[in-house]
Structure formats: C-alpha cells, structure tokens
C-alpha cells in the first residue's frame, strides 16, 4: 500500500542552524510533492511544490530536494529563526490524480535561541 | 474577506445532534475539498468537489454529508456522530486546470470538533 512518513519525533534546533526534515514514500510514483507549513489550531499553508523532474527548488531561505530514486524530499530551512517553529506536512499528488493530496503525518519543528 | 474562511470554529455536539459545517473561499477557485485531522494522523480526504459535482469520498461514513451548492461554498451536514469524530475539520480549495503550473490547496482555519 502507498505509504508517506515523516520524522515522527519533533526536531529541536539551534537558531542561526539549518533545519532538515525528511519525507520518504513507498508505493507511489508522484507526479509532485508539496510542503505545507502548519501552526497549532489553524490550517497547513502552502511553501513549496516540487515536479518529479526536478532535483531542487529554492524559496528565500527554504530549500527543497526531490529523489524519485531514493523515493525522498528533504526539506531544509536555512538560517532558522525561532518565528519557524511550526509542523511541516509534507504531501504526494499522484500523476493523472488531479489535485488530490495525500499528506504525511508532519514533523514539528522547535527553534530554540 | 479573503482566502478560506469556515465557521463555526469550534463546534461541540452530542451524539443525537444535526451541525452543519460551512466553508467559503473567496479566491475564484474551482475545486474545494473537506479534509479530517486527527492527533498523530496525516490529514485524510473526506470529499472533493469539482466544478461543483462530487469526484471524491474516500467511503466516508453517511453520517457525514457534503453539500456544495455553487463554486464558493462548501457545507459538511452533520448527524448521529460518534466520539470518535472528534477532530479539526479542514476546508480547502485550489484551481484546477491542464496546464497549470501550480496546484497548490489553500486552507481554512478549520473547526475544532467535539462530540459527547
């Protein structure tokens, strides 16, 4: 079965440090991959999209890799600040499924000064 | 106002209760969708509308009822829920197209649901 997981434990950084969250998947060939930005009681907001032709997308300071042979996203976070703080959600379409999303469980993030 | 909106924000029921859940999105959008999240689950698709017909349920349970009656609005109709759908209630929408370059979801604020 098509299966997406993400760091189950949060991950604490340093401010100034770069952050790196993964997203693996299984069973699934994506056409492409997003990452939502989610804080506590509101709803996830989009950051970036990445095409499975594509290795690497860049935002200000936010980072994104796409391996279609390891089956993996980082995604990264430079210069991080505690404003990042938040659950990252990353998210599968699948090629010919239209807009439909299938999400990770999401990886929250700590930046500690 | 802008974006997604959804009301109420937090909604609490008992087990014999009708509640409708209402989301607006005031982007031009032509495909909005209902999701369910759970503590310590990834989001799950309930339901998407497409131009308006349903394309998607995902074998929600019929307690749960959409209702999409133009592009704009989407409600969740509500009856004899279990505990167990207790849970923040997403709306999205997004604009779907052929050749677009971006098929990003923009949310609602959601409905924090609890049901005794």
């Known amino acids: 079965s098509q299966k997406i997981e993400q760091n189950s434990e949060a991950l604490n950084i340093q401010e100034g440090k770069t952050a790196t969250l993964t997203c693996n998947y299984t069973?699934?060939?994506?056409?492409?991959l997003q990452w939502y930005r989610q804080d506590p009681g509101r709803g996830p907001v989009f950051l970036l999209l990445?095409?499975?032709?594509?290795k690497e997308k860049r935002k200000e300071r936010l980072k994104v890799t796409f391996d279609t042979t390891l089956k993996q996203s980082l995604f990264h976070i430079t210069a991080s600040q505690p404003a990042d703080s938040a659950t990252y959600l990353c998210a599968l379409s699948l090629e010919g499924g239209g807009n439909k999303l299938t999400f990770g469980t999401g990886t929250q993030l700590k930046v500690e000064l | 106002e802008t974006g997604v909106t959804q009301t109420p924000r937090h909604l609490v029921m008992g087990m014999t209760n009708k509640k409708s859940l209402k989301c607006e999105q005031h982007?031009?959008?032509?495909?909005m969708y209902w999701y369910k999240q759970s503590a310590k689950k990834p989001l799950e698709l309930m339901f998407v509308y497409s131009l308006e017909e349903r394309v998607e349920n995902n074998s929600v349970p019929s307690r749960f009822s959409p209702e999409c009656p133009n592009s704009s609005h989407l409600f969740l109709h509500l009856h004899t829920l279990q505990p167990e759908d207790s849970a923040l209630y997403l709306c999205a929408s997004s604009q779907e197209g052929w050749n677009l370059l971006y098929n990003e979801q923009f949310f609602g604020p959601g409905t924090r649901l609890t049901v005794l």
């Open positions: 990445i095409r499975e032709n594509e």
């Open positions: 069973n699934y060939s994506p056409a492409y």
């Open positions: 982007l031009g959008h032509n495909a």
